[in-house]
């Protein structure tokens, strides 16, 4: 399979080649994923993720200009660094997306891609993974590798936030407040949450520290 997507300034951005995890722009090689670490459809039909990367971060991080679908692309440094991306997703992502987001399911990031295909452990009501499986698109090829008892992975970020802190992330990215320029202040999330703009500003200060600490550490 392969996946093209022409930017307006026709430099050509394409995946899936050899490995679906490599990125490349004008026939070079950009940059390697090696873990999607948060996906969230918002209600305007647009995708907001942070991923981790090995590769030319400030090479990525262009496709911002370049390219339609991708309204905004942030990135770290480091050997390997993390990209934030807020992008109009494809209408097979979006079946997906809108499929698990319908069921009482939830994802233990992070998903990683693989070259047989993209690996995401789900937990759940078994009623509820079989009714999700079976209502994927015809397009979407899922094969159960193994079912049982869920345990926890304390490297996973995401489980080392407290409740709040997922909490006022979700709601900073829904908001824009990670967009290029910002949609929103910690002022405006302080009001959509009902809480002072300190410690707006302390959790998400804590909840990116532990995210950046366990992804790049």
């Not at 430099?11 to 004008?26: A, K, L, S």
């Not at 109009?88 to 939830?106: C, F, N, Q, V």
């Not at 295909?117 to 193994?146: C, K, M, N, S, W």
Request: with cysteine; glycine share 8%.
């Amino acid at each position: 399979m392969e996946d093209y997507i022409q930017s307006k300034n026709d430099q050509q951005m394409q995946r899936g080649i050899n490995d679906p995890r490599e990125v490349w722009i004008d026939g070079t090689l950009v940059a390697t994923q090696e873990a999607i670490h948060y996906l969230n459809l918002l209600d305007d039909g647009t995708v907001v993720g942070v991923a981790r990367f090995r590769g030319d971060a400030d090479r990525l991080a262009t496709i911002e200009d370049e390219t339609p679908e991708v309204i905004a692309c942030t990135v770290t440094g480091g050997e390997t660094w993390l990209a934030y991306m807020h992008y109009k997703p494809g209408e097979l992502e979006t079946a997906i997306l809108e499929r698990i987001d319908a069921e009482a399911i939830s994802i233990d990031w992070p998903m990683r891609e693989t070259v047989d295909g993209l690996e995401v452990t789900l937990f759940g009501e078994d009623a509820g993974l079989q009714h999700l499986i079976a209502g994927f698109p015809d397009e979407v090829d899922v094969t159960l590798e193994r079912a049982g008892e869920y345990q926890s992975d304390m490297g996973d970020p995401a489980g080392q936030l407290t409740d709040r802190q997922q909490e006022i992330l979700r709601t900073a990215l829904t908001a824009g407040y990670y967009d290029i320029p910002r949609r929103a202040t910690q002022r405006d999330l302080a009001v959509e949450l009902g809480l002072s703009r300190g410690t707006i500003g302390d959790h998400l200060r804590r909840a990116e520290a532990k995210i950046i600490r366990s992804v790049i550490v």
